[in-house]
T-cell receptor, first 116, second 108 residues
Framework: DAGVTQSPTHLIKTRGQHVTLRCSPI?????VSWYQQVLGQGPQFIFQ???????GRGNFPDRFSARQFPNYSSELNVNALLLGDSALYLCASSQDYRVGAKNIQYFGAGTRLSVL | AQRVTQPEKLLSVFKGAPVELKCNYSYSGSPELFWYVQYSRQRLQLLLR??SRESIKGFTADLNKGETSFHLKKPFAQEEDSAMYYCALSVTGNQFYFGTGTSLTVIP
């Protein structure tokens, strides 16, 4: 199993641009979560999707949006990029989202976004 | 508001010494707590979770609801334990909150 895969690995954008990050979950996992990790901080929860529906949302502005596709892969979109959006964006997949044995999150290697 | 606090950013111990990484949380409901670890050049991965009540790689963590703590402990640290450790809180299963992490260095 390849594990959770994210693309691209690195990205450089300028302020005001739009970016799309992609995530493929582990086969059989129906839930995908997105996190932002700024240098020196822990991951900050952005969204969780399960069966193509948003199940959780962190404290991020509306410039951040996401969706999940029928094959359970997911995209994170960020509009009107700011310098402060520079971070490592992590995707995690799990079999389920509800409390219990199946909500263990498996993380991808991340996409490093630099906004200039 | 839910919050996870890891008071130590850096922690160094000698090989064979006991180690304790502190984690405190604030949440009024029933928490689900985890410890994640990130070894050098590797992905973030689950170390253990409180509902499993198991010991992984010699590490244990006990949920203390009275003190709202979930400290990670190991009686004898090994060099391969050197890594970044994150405590995480799950709220109703669909929101996760991570602490800022503790970088553990085990000195040979």
């Amino acid at each position: 199993d390849a594990g959770v895969t994210q693309s691209p690995t690195h990205l450089i954008k300028t302020r005001g641009q739009h970016v799309t990050l992609r995530c493929s979950p582990i086969s059989g996992h129906k839930s995908v979560s997105w996190y932002q990790q700024v240098l020196g901080q822990g991951p900050q929860f952005i969204f969780q999707y399960y069966e193509k529906e948003e199940r959780g949302r962190g404290n991020f502005p509306d410039r951040f949006s996401a969706r999940q596709f029928p094959n359970y892969s997911s995209e994170l979109n960020v509009n009107a990029l700011l310098l402060g959006d520079s971070a490592l964006y992590l995707c995690a997949s799990s079999q389920d989202y509800r409390v219990g044995a199946k909500n263990i999150q498996y993380f991808g290697a991340g996409t490093r976004l630099s906004v200039l | 508001a839910q919050r996870v606090t890891q008071p130590e950013k850096l922690l160094s111990v000698f090989k064979g010494a006991p180690v304790e990484l502190k984690c405190n949380y604030s949440y009024s409901g029933s928490p689900e707590l985890f410890w994640y670890v990130q070894y050098s050049r590797q992905r973030l991965q689950l170390l253990l979770r409180h509902i499993s009540r198991e010991s992984i790689k010699g590490f244990t963590a006990d949920l203390n609801k009275g003190e709202t703590s979930f400290h990670l402990k190991k009686p004898f640290a090994q060099e391969e334990d050197s890594a970044m450790y994150y405590c995480a809180l799950s709220v109703t299963g669909n929101q996760f909150y991570f602490g800022t992490g503790t970088s553990l260095t085990v000195i040979p």
